[in-house]
């Protein structure tokens, strides 16, 4: 059974940093390629970052420069570093997880999400 677990939310002052994870498991880690999604309310679910099986990295504009992805396959977790985060930065961030690889490709999970709220 797939499993993406986040984790590190919370709430964070406007300026400040935090670090979220997302632990995997039940899959083969490093032929999927892993990404950050967030929905704020009201709002439809979006793209905040991704990186590939092979770590290339893709940022939406709102986050580029302020966020960075990044994965560590040898513990199956997936990364987002946020600093200098916003008020428009909160969110439920979702971890994603999508097979590029064989008969996994395409096979695609989600996690259930962590809360982000960055409020003074």
């Known amino acids: 059974q797939v499993r993406l677990v986040e984790s590190g939310g919370g709430l964070v002052q406007p300026g400040r940093s935090l670090t979220l994870a997302c632990a995997a498991s039940?899959?083969?880690?490093?032929?999927?390629?892993m990404g950050w999604y967030r929905q704020a309310p009201g709002k439809q679910r979006e793209l905040v970052a991704t990186?590939?099986?092979?770590?290339?990295?893709n940022y939406a504009d709102a986050v580029k420069g302020r966020f960075t992805i990044s994965r560590d396959n040898s513990k199956n977790t997936a990364y987002l570093q946020m600093n200098s985060l916003k008020p428009e930065d909160t969110a439920v961030y979702y971890c994603?997880?999508?097979?590029?690889?064989?008969?996994?490709?395409?096979?695609?999970?989600w996690g259930k999400g962590t809360l982000v709220t960055v409020s003074s």
């Open positions: 994603n997880a999508r097979g590029v690889s064989g008969i996994y490709y395409g096979m695609e999970y």
């Open positions: 039940g899959l083969i880690f490093n032929i999927y390629d």
């Open positions: 990186i590939s099986s092979d770590a290339n990295t």
